[in-house]
């Protein structure tokens, strides 16, 4: 799954689309993996994921994750209706 990351938000949630990536705001700053510590944590929670794992983009706000341990249909699902 592609997620746009925005950082030092005034708090995390996840909001919807950006160019097709999931956008998610984090309230944690983009220091020592603070920021991608946290965003790991809202997509588990949310989704049901047994496990997050950030493929590609930890210097970037555009980061490649996968889920596991749970269906892509159910964790798109799931993860919309946290941004809705």
Same mark, same amino acid.
């Given at each position: 799954? =592609?997620?746009?990351? *925005?950082?030092?938000?005034? @708090?995390? &949630?996840? !909001?919807g689309l950006h160019d /097709?990536?999931? @956008? !998610? ?5 983009? &220091? ?5 510590? &946290?965003? &790991?944590?809202?997509? #588990? =929670?949310?989704s049901g994921a047994a496990? *997050?794992?950030?493929?590609? /983009?930890?210097?970037?706000? #555009? #980061? =490649?994750? *996968?889920? @596991?341990? *749970?269906?892509? !249909?159910?964790?798109? @699902? ?7």
């Amino acid at each position: 799954m =592609t997620v746009w990351a *925005v950082p030092r938000a005034s @708090r995390t &949630e996840i !909001v919807g689309l950006h160019d /097709g990536a999931l @956008r !998610v705001c984090l309230a944690a700053p983009p &220091e020592a993996g603070k920021a991608n510590r &946290e965003l &790991e944590t809202i997509l #588990k =929670t949310t989704s049901g994921a047994a496990a *997050v794992e950030l493929l590609s /983009g930890s210097t970037s706000r #555009k #980061k =490649t994750l *996968v889920l @596991r341990g *749970v269906d892509p !249909v159910d964790a798109r @699902r799931l993860l919309n209706a946290g941004g809705a």
